[in-house]
């Protein structure tokens, strides 16, 4: 992939005058975190989910997770104070954020939802998310995440300790 997608979250990132890095990759159906931190050779703690969530009330939301943890919905649901939060189905996903799953990014949603992320995750030197397409990832600092998306660190990972 030669040139950049043009996708709402690239020019978001533009328009903000944020500095990221381009990763294109060859992007696998349900291949995940995984495959892109393989085709990128880098460490798939590096690389950031975008999960679409709904709480018990069906309002969405978004949570940053490391690609080698899972969330914990009942400490995430403690967290922000509500009842229960579920995963989205993918078209649900894709209505309230207007990417495909597999390259949903927190820039540039359709709609505006809070966006939670591990805290463990502003802690990275330089973390990769999905740039808004398949198969293309973009390179970003954690300031400047904070800079351009309002961001709660919460405490809900599974899985691999940092």
Do not use: W
Not at 98 to 118: C, D, I, N, Q, W
Not at 136 to 149: Q, R, S
């Amino acid at each position: 992939m030669a040139k950049t997608p043009s996708t709402p979250a690239v020019r978001l990132l533009r328009e903000r005058g944020i500095a990221f890095t381009e990763h294109p990759y060859r992007y696998e159906d349900r291949g995940g975190t995984r495959v892109s931190a393989r085709e990128l050779k880098v460490d798939e703690h590096l690389v950031i989910k975008t999960l679409v969530l709904e709480d018990d009330a069906g309002k969405p939301l978004i949570v940053l997770m490391h690609g080698d943890r899972d969330v914990s919905l009942k400490a995430l649901a403690r967290e922000i104070g509500v009842k229960a939060v579920q995963v989205c189905t993918p078209e649900v996903a894709q209505r309230h954020s207007g990417y495909l799953v597999g390259g949903t990014s927190p820039f540039g949603t359709r709609k505006a939802m809070p966006v939670y992320v591990e805290a463990s995750v502003l802690d990275l030197d330089l973390l990769y998310i999905n740039g808004g397409s398949r198969g293309f990832l973009v390179g970003i600092k954690p300031a400047e995440l904070m800079n351009t998306l309002t961001v709660t660190p919460v405490h809900v990972g599974l899985g691999l300790e940092s």
